[in-house]
């Protein structure tokens, strides 16, 4: 029996920008360009809205909704405490909407759980986003396959069939060294 390849990228599959929602990963205290570039893209493709989106990896999915939001219980429930996605869902909120406060750009937040690049994806099939804004590491991986294993870009790239945009939270001069090499 032959192997089952997933359906490829292909000009068939393109999702137009125009009028299209972006998904925003996002992550507690992340600085505020990872939103800023979002609403910029978002004003210049006419995108409907931002849907941004944390991915609690404590916690998994245990049904995911048509409209992109999940309900989800705890990996290990003996030490889950249940009021503190609770307490870290608003806190992220309310960052986003201090950054968001004048973009004028209409943006929604979803908590998700599970896997990174599989909960981003779920959202955007369900929003039907044009392509995915994202930070890059601040932390620093000494080796390639740990800093491509851990790098969401690269999953979503490989992954599924929508565009990444990565933006720079932290650059190496060129005369020094990435934090991989």
Same mark, same amino acid.
């Given at each position: 029996?032959? !192997?089952?390849?997933?359906?490829?990228?292909?000009? +068939?599959?393109?999702?137009?920008?125009? #009028?299209?929602?972006?998904?925003? $990963?996002?992550?507690?205290?992340?600085?505020?360009?990872?939103?800023?570039?979002?609403?910029?893209?978002?004003?210049?493709?006419?995108?409907?809205?931002?849907?941004?989106?944390?991915? +609690?990896?404590?916690?998994?999915?245990?049904?995911?909704?048509?409209?992109?939001?999940?309900?989800?219980?705890?990996?290990?429930? +003996?030490?889950?405490? !249940?009021?503190?996605?609770? +307490?870290?869902?608003?806190?992220?909120?309310?960052?986003?909407?201090?950054?968001?406060?004048?973009?004028?750009?209409?943006?929604?937040?979803?908590?998700?759980? $599970?896997?990174?690049?599989?909960?981003?994806?779920?959202?955007?099939?369900?929003?039907?986003?044009?392509?995915?804004?994202? $930070?890059?590491?601040?932390?620093?991986?000494?080796?390639?396959?740990?800093? &491509?294993?851990?790098?969401? #870009?690269?999953? &979503?790239?490989?992954?599924?069939?929508?565009?990444? &945009?990565?933006?720079?939270?932290?650059?190496?001069?060129?005369?020094?060294?990435?934090?991989?090499?």
């Amino acid at each position: 029996m032959a !192997e089952r390849l997933p359906p490829q990228p292909h000009p +068939d599959r393109l999702t137009d920008f125009a #009028g299209r929602p972006l998904v925003v $990963g996002v992550v507690p205290d992340q600085p505020p360009l990872v939103a800023l570039t979002a609403a910029s893209l978002a004003r210049a493709t006419g995108a409907c809205a931002l849907y941004f989106a944390f991915v +609690d990896r404590s916690r998994y999915p245990v049904e995911e909704h048509p409209d992109g939001t999940v309900r989800h219980a705890p990996v290990d429930p +003996d030490l889950a405490d !249940e009021n503190a996605w609770t +307490d870290r869902a608003q806190r992220l909120t309310a960052q986003i909407a201090t950054v968001m406060v004048d973009q004028e750009v209409p943006w929604h937040f979803r908590y998700l759980a $599970g896997r990174v690049d599989r909960s981003l994806t779920h959202l955007a099939r369900a929003v039907d986003a044009a392509a995915y804004v994202i $930070g890059t590491h601040t932390t620093h991986h000494r080796h390639v396959p740990e800093f &491509l294993h851990h790098s969401v #870009g690269v999953q &979503l790239s490989h992954r599924q069939h929508r565009p990444v &945009l990565v933006v720079p939270l932290a650059v190496v001069d060129w005369k020094g060294r990435a934090p991989w090499e």
